[in-house]
């Protein structure tokens, strides 16, 4: 016989307490006395027939049962905390919040949010750059990142699979030398940060190369490339970032070497966050419009 659910206010005051381990701090937390916390918690444990804390002198432990039922009540709280807020109070009208790589926003995501419009016009996003990580907006709830998809205590959806190759202007590519190798004598656009650069480059596709002039240092990728469209010197393209620069004209890939990236542009959210409603859908839009493999 299935066991009837539990009320909900003796899940809340389980999450509460199970999140602060303090039937105290739980209390405050609900607007309740603490004894009317424990009184719930107790009531709970009852109805599952199973304890879900072990009382310590100082504050509270997870039983093992507790441990396990946590994630799921939290969730499940979480949804309904997040659903009727969207359809009855001012979420309606929140912004979704998504912080961005201001190079893949650039060439790769604004050409593309007319049809994200279009598809849901009644979702608004507010955009932030991730430029520096010190100043990275915690309440964000999306954020697209460039790395090998390996960050602590978040998800990660690959979104791009990308080629790296020199990319420069028409001007200056009519003046290029037939190989690489011949490269010393020009200047190189380099992107602190980006562990695949120059140097692997060169590694990558078997020629050796001794910089002789100085080259130019970017914090932003975007600043390099438009280094490169102005003719100041060449820079390290990516498929995804540069394809439209290239069917525009603008820039010029002068070499046939390619070398595959390992990494890659990512969408990154809390592991342990529940996923807002509206965040799921540009998700899913996101993910569908990188499927389709169109870096026009």
């Not at 190989?179 to 190189?188: E, I, K, M, Q, V």
Request: glycine fraction near 8%; include cysteine.
């Amino acid at each position: 016989m299935k066991k009837r659910l539990p009320p909900l206010n003796w899940l809340r005051s389980f999450e509460a307490s199970a999140r602060s381990l303090s039937f105290t701090h739980a209390a405050g937390e609900l607007n309740l006395t603490q004894a009317a916390v424990s009184q719930q918690v107790k009531g709970l444990e009852a109805q599952l027939g199973v304890a879900l804390f072990t009382r310590l002198p100082r504050g509270l432990a997870l039983t093992e049962a507790g441990l396990a039922y946590l994630p799921v009540v939290h969730e499940a709280i979480g949804r309904l905390a997040v659903a009727t807020e969207e359809l009855f109070g001012q979420g309606r009208d929140r912004l979704l919040t998504v912080r961005v790589n201001l190079v893949f926003f650039t060439t790769w995501l604004a050409p593309r949010m007319a049809r994200f419009r279009q598809q849901f016009p009644d979702i608004g996003i507010r955009f932030t750059s991730n430029i520096w990580a010190a100043d990275q907006d915690r309440e964000a709830d999306l954020d697209i990142r460039y790395g090998k998809g390996s960050w602590r205590e978040f998800k990660a959806d690959r979104l791009t699979y990308d080629e790296l190759f020199p990319v420069c202007s028409p001007g200056l590519a009519a003046v290029m030398p037939d190989s690489p190798a011949g490269l010393s004598d020009h200047t190189l656009l380099h992107v602190i940060g980006y562990e695949e650069g120059w140097g692997y480059w060169f590694k990558q596709t078997g020629h050796s190369f001794e910089e002789k002039t100085p080259g130019l240092q970017f914090d932003t990728l975007i600043t390099a490339l438009e280094m490169a469209r102005y003719g100041q010197g060449l820079a390290l393209g990516r498929t995804s970032l540069v394809k439209g620069m290239i069917g525009s004209g603008e820039l010029v890939a002068p070499f046939t070497e390619r070398v595959k990236t390992s990494e890659a542009f990512y969408l990154t959210y809390p592991s342990h966050q529940y996923l807002h409603p509206k965040a799921e859908v540009f998700r899913r839009w996101l993910l569908q419009e990188c499927e389709q493999g169109d870096y026009s």
